[in-house]
């Protein structure tokens, strides 16, 4: 999620294999990056989605989108405006994940596959007063529906092709990225927050290595923060890290 006129967006260059930037990726000429997108499906993350389609396939590949549900949108709706972008856009090849709430039990078990709405780590009560991750996701005039479906973005100009979310069907998050990262080197780009990647590094340290590059929309520099449902009682976090800062942290460590 983007949102704010003055917020300065880090974009973040986590290097997981201690490699320097793009041009040092080691493919063959003429193979393809292969990419998968982590997206919270707010406008800024359709656009995303749209460069990614428009760029030129034999250089970049989009080979799957795992949708977070933890924060901004709800499942079925952003899995299935992912959808329709895709069909539009000619793309039904491209796997589509219904991201999970992460949620550590009291014993350390981690729940990674449940979809839903809770961080990795549950806040609680005890910071940053009424602004609390779900609290931090504004309603529009018509409630959730607003956000969950980008102002009717689907409804109002999206084709819609065959595939759909359906409930317990939905490949979710994880399977989609476990297949993959374990196919070969992959590059993550994540525009919402963190849960889904970071219940999958805290589930599979063996597949780290496959990940080349982590880029990362979140963080703010010289600027206010963006959880603009509650400026007043935490003036200066920014959302996609607020929203998950342990998977945050699982990232970026
Ligand atoms: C796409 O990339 C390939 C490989 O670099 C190149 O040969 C081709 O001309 C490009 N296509 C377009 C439309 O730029």
Known sequence: MLQQKNLWVLLALINTLGLVGFNHLCHAEGEAHRILLDTDV???????????????RSRFGLE???????????????????????YMMGRDDVSVGMGGEGGIAEDGRIFPDVGGFLPIVEQGKTTAGGCRYRQAIPAGPRGRLDLDSNYGLRRALLPQ?????????????????????????????????????????????HLKNNIEHIYVMGGAVRSDGNLFADLYSNPYAEFNIFADPFAAYQICF
């Not at 707010?42 to 030129?56: E, G, H, I, R, S």
């Not at 799957?64 to 895709?86: E, F, K, M, R």
């Open 42 to 56: 707010d406008t800024d993350d359709v656009f995303a989605l749209f460069y990614l389609l428009k760029l030129n």
């Open 64 to 86: 799957a989108v795992t949708v977070n549900t933890n924060s901004w949108t709800d499942a079925g709706h952003g899995v299935s405006q992912i959808y329709d972008i895709l």
């Open 161 to 205: 092709g065959g595939r759909k979310y359906s409930p317990l069907q939905q490949p979710t998050a994880q399977q989609v990225l476990t297949e993959k990262i374990s196919a070969g080197p992959i590059t993550v780009l994540i525009t919402g927050a963190h849960t889904n990647i970071g219940v999958f590094l805290m589930n599979n340290p």
